[in-house]
């Protein structure tokens, strides 16, 4: 059970520690638009490689750059994101989620965080990635994981005839998020999508108690023009929620605040949450885990289950996206 935990929901651990990320262009903003022309001109290119070689690509791991083929690389990164045993369509589903990501970020050149690798395994930049060899020598069964990257090898999602953004997450609410609820920027293939079936996830309902002193000095430091000098049941008032149930903001002692920021303060597994309160401490009660944008891990999980191809769930999960090949 520990190992599940451990890998299956990859982006547990990104997304606990990362709540507010904006994953798309490699900054630690939170905020940084899809549309923001931050890209380096390619390395790629200088290399010869064009918009339609991908086939190798140089990952920085463990802080050296590194020459893979795509696919191994892809194949590592589905390794750190989704159990072995999952339905073989939702790992595919996943494989193609990973490779479209990865092509995303290279299409868009090298970042000044890494000018010498086009990827990197560190998950608050790019994606986490475990090395398959590494991870079989020592006992791990990732053939079912191997064999969906090698079904899917060279596909990709695309939007416009370019690569998406296929960002994705460990288990969403009913619904995902729409990147405009969580980042603030439209983005027409990441809207909200009914995802059922994300209580199979062990931690779907979680709750986290903060005491009064607490939250208090967290909030004197994060807001510190927001008052909560009163009672726990007098700090938030209204919040704006999107539609699939993640608050957007909420004001906080006078403050309007975002739910990102709230669930990265407070160390919430999502922005879905609600609120008790005792005499001296507050008590955030969320559902799901992750930024709920995209692909829902658990959510792929159910379709597949219920008899949906990987690509009938990239469809379902990345709307109006066309399933290609490199
Ligand atoms: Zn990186």
Same mark, same amino acid.
């Given at each position: 059970?520990?190992? *599940?935990?451990?890998?299956?929901?990859?982006?547990?651990?990104?997304?606990?520690?990362?709540?507010?990320?904006?994953?798309?262009?490699?900054?630690?903003?939170?905020?940084?638009?899809?549309?923001?022309?931050?890209?380096?001109?390619?390395?790629?290119?200088?290399?010869?490689?064009?918009?339609?070689? +991908?086939?190798?690509? #140089?990952?920085?791991?463990?802080?050296?750059?590194?020459?893979?083929? *795509?696919?191994?690389?892809?194949?590592?990164?589905?390794?750190?994101?989704?159990?072995?045993?999952?339905?073989?369509?939702?790992?595919?589903?996943? &494989?193609?989620?990973?490779? /479209?990501?990865?092509?995303?970020?290279?299409?868009?050149?090298? @970042?000044? %965080?890494?000018?010498?690798?086009?990827?990197?395994?560190?998950?608050?930049?790019?994606?986490?990635?475990?090395?398959?060899?590494?991870?079989?020598?020592?006992?791990?069964?990732?053939?079912?994981?191997?064999?969906?990257?090698?079904?899917?090898?060279?596909?990709?999602?695309?939007?416009?005839?370019? @690569?998406?953004?296929?960002? $994705?997450?460990?288990?969403?609410?009913?619904? /995902?998020?729409? %990147?405009?609820?969580?980042?603030?920027?439209?983005?027409?293939?990441?809207?909200?999508?009914?995802?059922?079936?994300?209580?199979?996830?062990?931690?779907? =309902?979680?709750?986290?108690?903060?005491? &009064?002193?607490?939250?208090?000095?967290?909030? %004197?430091?994060? $807001?510190?023009?927001?008052?909560?000098?009163?009672?726990?049941?007098?700090?938030?008032?209204?919040?704006?929620?999107?539609?699939?149930?993640?608050?957007?903001?909420?004001?906080?002692?006078?403050?309007?605040?975002?739910? #990102?920021?709230?669930? =990265?303060? $407070?160390?919430?597994?999502? /922005?879905?949450? /609600?609120?008790?309160?005792?005499?001296?401490?507050?008590? $955030?009660?969320?559902?799901?885990?992750?930024?709920?944008?995209? *692909?829902?891990?658990?959510?792929?999980?159910?379709?597949?289950?219920?008899?949906?191809? +990987?690509?009938?769930?990239?469809?379902?999960?990345?709307?109006?996206?066309?399933?290609?090949?490199?």
């Amino acid at each position: 059970m520990r190992k *599940l935990l451990l890998t299956g929901c990859g982006l547990v651990l990104v997304l606990y520690l990362l709540p507010i990320l904006w994953p798309l262009d490699g900054t630690d903003t939170g905020a940084e638009p899809l549309t923001a022309s931050q890209a380096v001109p390619a390395d790629g290119q200088a290399k010869g490689q064009t918009a339609a070689d +991908y086939s190798v690509v #140089t990952v920085e791991i463990d802080g050296t750059p590194t020459e893979l083929p *795509l696919e191994e690389y892809v194949a590592g990164v589905v390794a750190a994101e989704i159990p072995n045993d999952f339905p073989i369509e939702a790992i595919r589903a996943q &494989a193609v989620a990973a490779r /479209t990501y990865a092509v995303y970020k290279l299409s868009r050149g090298r @970042p000044e %965080a890494h000018p010498d690798a086009d990827l990197c395994d560190d998950y608050h930049h790019c994606a986490a990635y475990r090395d398959i060899a590494v991870e079989t020598a020592s006992g791990s069964d990732l053939s079912r994981v191997q064999q969906a990257v090698e079904d899917t090898a060279g596909e990709i999602l695309t939007y416009g005839g370019s @690569p998406i953004a296929a960002v $994705f997450h460990c288990v969403s609410g009913p619904r /995902t998020e729409s %990147a405009k609820d969580v980042w603030g920027e439209d983005i027409p293939y990441l809207q909200s999508a009914v995802s059922p079936g994300g209580s199979a996830y062990d931690g779907y =309902e979680d709750a986290v108690t903060i005491s &009064a002193d607490d939250f208090r000095a967290a909030v %004197a430091e994060a $807001f510190p023009s927001a008052d909560v000098s009163g009672t726990p049941d007098s700090w938030f008032k209204a919040s704006a929620r999107s539609a699939a149930g993640g608050v957007i903001t909420v004001e906080l002692g006078g403050v309007t605040v975002e739910g #990102t920021a709230v669930r =990265e303060l $407070f160390g919430l597994q999502s /922005t879905n949450f /609600t609120l008790t309160t005792t005499e001296n401490s507050i008590i $955030f009660h969320t559902i799901g885990y992750g930024h709920g944008v995209g *692909l829902s891990q658990y959510g792929a999980k159910y379709m597949a289950e219920q008899g949906s191809s +990987y690509s009938e769930i990239l469809a379902h999960y990345y709307q109006g996206t066309t399933l290609t090949k490199l």
